[in-house]
């Protein structure tokens, strides 16, 4: 990892100690990933990343309880999460899925709302720290101006920064993300990035989230997992993993692995089967000189 990566990202923080032992995780009875064993770095970003339908989502429900596993356990500081009710691990960890749908008509400022529902009982109902807490989340997201908009009739990008607002607003020290860049385009896919990048260097949240795009995870990520067929083949730093064999392992892809011009991370150049004849040796060499 280069220098000014490292600089960049800083160092791990003091939240809570997530981790999966032994973990196999199911739907229903069938078991999509055996024996995971997986410590997310508190403080920092870890983005998992595998090709389609390798199980990549699994550990990050896993984690937030939404599946039973068939044997292992996640821990939150030592306790196991099933045995935590439900109230207190909402405020502990806060899950983004995938493609998420609000009720026609709601207003972003409700949506945001409801991340506070893990802190009302019903002896302590709204009050001005849930008030602060919901403004406080869309001035960080940059959506305050468009608190009063329905959601539906937001575009993709603002849509997905709504539900982010949600997240912030939960107050929760994790937060997970399942592909939240997905039906973005490539300048909101950017602007989302850097939004969750400034939530975990500003407010010191650890942040698990699965991404699609192997360059971009490179980029944002402190720490990332590998998967292939259930299991995690690489873990580690960006320069660690991402390397032209664990690529081809990893995603089926010939590439070439150089260094990103902007960020000085690892950076995955894919051959394809109209460059045969090019061999990646070759053009590593060539990028080095």
């Known amino acids: 990892m280069s220098s000014k990566y490292q600089a960049a990202y800083g160092s791990s923080g ?16 069938r078991v999509v990933v055996e024996d995971l064993d997986l410590t997310i770095p508190s403080g920092r970003i870890t983005v998992i990343v595998g090709a389609n339908a390798c199980g990549k989502s699994t550990p990050l429900r896993a984690l937030a309880r939404l599946l039973t596993p068939k044997g292992g356990a996640v821990h939150l500081d030592g306790r196991s999460i099933h045995s935590i009710p439900t109230r207190a ?7 983004l899925p995938q493609s998420p749908v609000a009720p026609e008509g709601l207003t972003v400022i409700d949506l945001v709302g409801r991340g506070r529902s ?10 001005s720290a849930d008030e602060d807490a919901v403004h406080e989340a869309l001035r960080a997201t940059a959506m305050a101006d468009l608190a009063q908009r329905a959601v539906d009739e937001l575009s993709g990008g603002q849509r997905q920064r709504a539900w982010i607002a949600m997240a ?3 107050g929760t020290p994790v937060m997970l993300l399942d592909e939240p860049t997905t039906y973005l385009d490539l300048a909101h896919q950017i602007d989302l990035l850097d939004l969750i990048t400034d939530l975990n260097r500003q407010q010191g949240r650890t942040v698990v989230m699965v991404l699609h795009d192997l360059n971009q995870a490179c980029r944002y990520a402190d720490h990332i997992v590998a998967m292939k067929a259930g299991r995690i ?12 064999a664990t690529v081809e392992e990893v995603f089926g892809l010939r590439c070439v692995v150089g260094e990103d011009p902007v960020s000085g991370t690892p950076m995955a150049v894919p ?12 053009v590593a060499a060539g990028g080095a000189g």
């Open 271 to 282: 051959m394809s089967r109209h460059h045969e004849g090019v061999d990646p040796a070759d």
């Open 168 to 170: 912030v607003a939960q």
């Open 14 to 29: 003091d939240g809570p100690d997530l981790r999966a032992e032994g973990l196999r995780p199911a739907y229903d009875d």
């Open 89 to 95: 691990l909402a405020q502990q960890l806060g899950i």
């Open 118 to 127: 893990p802190h009302q009982t019903w002896w302590r109902q709204w009050s």
């Open 233 to 244: 083949v690489g873990e580690g730093t960006a320069a660690e993993v991402v390397t032209a």
